[in-house]
């Protein structure tokens, strides 16, 4: 999980653009957005892989999954969200799979949520 939470945070910083698209127009500075929840990403991704942070970590990762709800709403819901250059035939898929995303986001929290486990020894097997 660490690793995977690394590597989505580090593509916020190569790619900007493409995550800043997902901020919804009432939030503030969507770029500054973008590069802190990538910075929490790498962070906290860094911190579940060892297990003196592991747990703080895993909470943090249930925090940040909240907090970035809203986007993935608005990109599944929001009339204002641009697909930019997805040709039509592939729109009515592409809007299926924002969809699927919402409950993907309770898995997500639901995997995180398994490392918040104070049993260091259940811990460790999770890596």
């Known amino acids: 999980m660490g690793l995977s939470y690394v590597l989505a945070g580090v593509l916020h910083f190569v790619a900007p653009k493409t995550y800043e698209r997902v ?3 009432q939030f503030p500075r969507p770029r ?4 802190l929840s990538g910075l929490a990403e790498v962070g906290l991704g860094i ?5 003196r942070t592991r747990r703080r970590s895993a ?3 249930i ?4 907090a970035v709800f809203p986007a993935n709403v608005y990109m599944a819901t929001g009339d204002d969200f641009e697909l930019g250059d ?4 592939l729109r009515d ?3 299926a799979a924002l969809w699927a995303r919402l409950p993907l986001q309770a898995v997500l929290v639901a ?9 260091s020894e259940s811990n460790d097997r999770r890596i």
Do not use: K, M, N, R
């Not at 500054?32 to 590069?35: A, G, I, N, Q």
């Not at 911190?47 to 297990?51: H, N, P, R």
């Not at 997805?86 to 035939?89: F, M, N």
């Open 111 to 119: 995997w995180a949520w398994w490392y918040t486990d104070e049993s």
């Open 32 to 35: 500054t957005l973008v590069y």
């Open 23 to 25: 901020v919804p127009p």
């Open 59 to 61: 909470w943090g990762i």
């Open 47 to 51: 911190g579940v892989l060892f297990e």
């Open 63 to 66: 925090a940040l999954l909240v």
């Open 86 to 89: 997805v040709p039509a035939q």
């Open 93 to 95: 898929p592409h809007d």
